[in-house]
């Protein structure tokens, strides 16, 4: 019988949030980085906005698929954030930057790993999970 899927639980959504806004601050770099390329640095700033707006629209994706309770998200939102912590740890001499970056990968990491979020997203070997009558 499949089963379907339960309210988000409140973990679930502050995650979805916040990477959600990563993947928009992201989103914004790519376009920041786009309309300032200077002609001598072309193939840096085209592939540097390439890469910023790919990784944006993937957090955006995996912010709504955490939403929608598919376990398949956890993997690059976790990533992200053990990256972002070690990025902080290198701009620990900018506070005004570190800080933020490291307290929203702190905050996303216990959202994913508190109970409720973990119950939510776990592996339906059925693979029903989610499904509708």
Do not use: K
């Amino acid at each position: 019988m499949p089963s379907t899927p339960s309210a988000t639980p409140f973990p679930l959504r502050i995650a979805a949030a916040l990477v959600a806004l990563q993947g928009a601050v992201l989103t914004v770099l790519a376009v920041l980085e786009i309309s300032h390329v200077a002609a001598e640095r072309m193939a840096m700033g085209v592939t540097t906005s390439i890469f910023f707006a790919g990784y944006g629209l993937g957090l955006l994706a995996c912010a709504w698929a955490l939403l929608r309770q598919h376990s398949w998200a956890r993997g690059p939102v976790l990533l992200t954030q053990l990256i972002q912590l070690g990025l902080a740890w290198n701009l620990r001499d900018f506070p005004l930057v570190a800080l933020p970056l490291a307290v929203v990968g702190i905050a996303v990491i216990v959202a994913m790993l508190h109970p409720a979020t973990r119950a939510v997203l776990e592996d339906d070997p059925t693979g029903s999970r989610g499904e509708e009558d």
